[in-house]
């Protein structure tokens, strides 16, 4: 059974960072695409960043390129959110997920997630 557990997230001031980690358990780590997401209230979940089984391909939505910084650490079963220069839109609950073999940044095709860890940037 996949577990995935969001840490990292909290209240911060705008301009400031946070990195979030996601533990994954119960999976071979490496055979899978890693993702983060996110959900604000009233909006729907949109996609934040991915990176591939080994790491070699990333992904961003434009809205945080350059400021934030997906990765992996297979030997750790961990994946990581660096997010820096935060802005109150970047306000939202956090969803890392995972998706078996193939690529992908459409949620809709992730097939594990997390319970999420909340992140809000105050202005």
């Known amino acids: 059974q996949v577990q995935l557990v969001e840490s990292g997230g909290g209240l911060v001031q705008a301009g400031g960072s946070l990195r979030l980690s996601c533990a994954a358990s119960?999976?071979?780590?490496?055979?899978?695409?890693m993702g983060w997401f996110r959900q604000a209230p009233g909006k729907e979940r949109e996609f934040v960043a991915a990176?591939?089984?080994?790491?070699?391909?990333?992904d961003y939505a434009d809205s945080v390129k350059g400021r934030f910084t997906i990765s992996r650490d297979n030997a750790k079963n961990t994946v990581y959110l660096q997010m820096n220069s935060l802005k109150p839109e970047d306000t939202a609950v956090y969803y890392c997920?995972?998706?078996?073999?193939?690529?992908?940044?459409?949620?809709?095709?992730?097939?594990?997630w997390g319970q999420g860890t909340q992140v809000t940037v105050s202005s």
């Open positions: 119960g999976l071979t780590f490496s055979n899978y695409n």
């Open positions: 990176i591939s089984k080994g790491g070699g391909s990333t």
């Open positions: 997920a995972a998706r078996y073999f193939v690529y992908s940044t459409n949620a809709f095709q992730y097939n594990s």
